[in-house]
Nanobody
Framework: QVHLVESGGGLVQPGGSLRLSCAASGFTLDYYAIGWFRQAPGKEREEISCISTGAGITYYADSVKGRFTISRDKVKTTVYLQMNSLKPEDTAVYYC????????????WGQGTQVTVSS
């Protein structure tokens, strides 16, 4: 059974950093891409990053490019999102999800982790 659990969210000051983790079970990262998306109150869901199957090619939204880094540990079946230079507009609930490829819709996703950027 596919299961995804996010962790690592919290309250951070502007300019600070957080690392989110997405622990996956029930499948291997060799065959599924993992993406991160976020949902802020009153805003549309935003896809922010994805790491592909195979070679692990990474993709980023313009809003986070240069600040966020996605990576994976296939042995631990965990995907990470390192978030640096955080801004108040990064405040949202962050979700990870699995899909056949980075250009596809999500098949499964976790319960989300809250990230709040505020002084």
């Amino acid at each position: 059974q596919v299961h995804l659990v996010e962790s690592g969210g919290g309250l951070v000051q502007p300019g600070g950093s957080l690392r989110l983790s997405c622990a996956a079970s029930g499948f291997t990262l060799d065959y599924y891409a993992i993406g991160w998306f976020r949902q802020a109150p009153g805003k549309e869901r935003e896809e922010i990053s994805c790491i592909s199957t195979g070679a692990g090619i990474t993709y980023y939204a313009d809003s986070v490019k240069g600040r966020f880094t996605i990576s994976r540990d296939k042995v631990k079946t965990t995907v990470y999102l390192q978030m640096n230079s955080l801004k108040p507009e990064d405040t949202a609930v962050y979700y990870c999800g699995s899909k056949r490829g980075c250009g596809y819709e999500y098949d499964y996703w976790g319960q989300g982790t809250q990230v709040t950027v505020s002084s």
